[in-house]
């Protein structure tokens, strides 16, 4: 039953869903699991796991794809560019699950991606169908769509409830990014 993959789903309106991915990727390093998370939307921001993924190097791979959150903070890159890097990404996901050289690979802000129509629900639908047996899958990102939820073997919702933003106090280095 240990060799049984799973796939998990964080998804929800409330702060914590990649934290929580990146939670299990420390968890397996401490195991000597191998990780590789690819993130679909967060990729020219500089945050916080962009650092700290490298000292848990080699077990834990971070690849950074997307070019900051689309059309909202700034968002200066066409939509076509946004889709492309996308595909790009669907690409690169498939190629490191079908290495077989991870225990676990989390597709990071995936559902926000298939939300805003930058990468096709079926393709993810298919990812999550014909990954290894013993391969466990994590998706991030708010909005996750009935079809995944169903797939899921496990699913959290992070709701929030009370937020700093709401008494006007900024984004944390270290809490928030």
Not at 86 to 113: F, P, V
Not at 137 to 148: F, R, S
Request: charged residues 30%; glycine residues 10%.
């Amino acid at each position: 039953m240990d060799n049984d993959g799973l796939t998990i789903v964080y998804t929800g309106k409330g702060k914590g869903k990649t934290t929580a991915a990146l939670g299990i990727a420390l968890r397996a390093t401490g195991y000597g699991k191998k990780t590789c998370m690819i993130q679909f939307i967060k990729g020219s921001w500089h945050y916080g796991e962009m650092y700290s993924s490298k000292r848990l190097e080699p077990e834990f791979e971070m690849i950074a794809i997307g070019k900051g959150f689309v059309g909202i903070m700034d968002d200066k890159s066409a939509r076509e560019e946004h889709e492309m890097i996308a595909k790009d990404a669907i690409k690169i996901s498939i190629e490191k699950i079908q290495s077989g050289k991870y225990d676990i690979i989390i597709l990071d802000e995936i559902n926000y991606a298939i939300n805003l129509g930058l990468v096709k629900i079926e393709d993810i639908i298919d990812i999550i169908k014909s990954k290894p047996s013993t391969l466990d899958l994590v998706l991030t990102g708010n909005y996750a769509k009935d079809e995944i939820i169903e797939l899921a073997d496990l699913v959290t919702e992070m709701r929030e409830i009370k937020h700093p933003f709401q008494r006007g106090i900024k984004a944390k280095k270290g809490i928030d990014f």
